[in-house]
């Protein structure tokens, strides 16, 4: 196979090209380990968030022992127990909107975590890539002016 000087200048470009993708990959490689940890971090904070929300129960405890402290009036007992199972019902299903909006900001606060956390992952996995490319760009470069300079070989 012989190499023309249009096939050579082809591979020039080429290999310039890849160069100069590679002397951009560490800023941009750097610029989305940021983004994209940030974004995890914006996903703990919902989930962490949703997570205290449902943990810390204490505010439905007090407004129920609010509500049945106080003994019913002589002769009005079967009012005041409707009544009493009216509002803790009412704090109760107030309880259960609060929950469920909970468990909401949970799954949204995990679909960054984990998309983002696997992007983060990607680049850190294909960080030694990106240099390995550098390095056979720098071989082929070389085997390319070798070359350019002897002359296409003939074979």
């Known amino acids: 196979m012989e190499l023309t000087p249009h096939d050579l200048e ?5 290999i310039a090209k890849r160069e100069k993708e590679l002397a951009e ?4 490689r750097w610029r989305l380990l940021i983004i994209y940890s940030l974004l995890m971090l ?4 919902l989930v962490l968030d ?7 129960d204490d505010a439905v405890e007090v407004d ?3 509500v049945l402290s106080k003994g019913p009036t002589p002769g009005l007992q079967e009012r005041w127990v409707m009544g ?3 509002k803790v019902s009412t704090i109760l299903e107030a309880r259960h909107e609060i929950a469920i909006l909970s468990l909401g900001q949970i799954i949204a606060g995990l679909m960054p975590f984990t998309a983002c956390g696997s992007m983060v992952g990607i680049i850190l996995l294909r ?14 470069r070389m085997k390319l002016r070798e070359l ?7 074979g």
């Open 127 to 140: 960080w030694k890539d990106g240099e390995r490319d550098a390095l056979i760009c720098k071989l082929l």
């Open 148 to 154: 350019e300079q002897g002359g296409a070989p003939k």
């Open 10 to 14: 082809i591979a020039e470009r080429h």
């Open 42 to 45: 914006v996903g703990v904070r």
């Open 50 to 56: 949703g997570l205290s929300t449902l943990i810390h």
């Open 25 to 28: 990959w560490p800023r941009k």
């Open 64 to 66: 129920v022992k609010r």
């Open 84 to 86: 009493a199972m009216i």
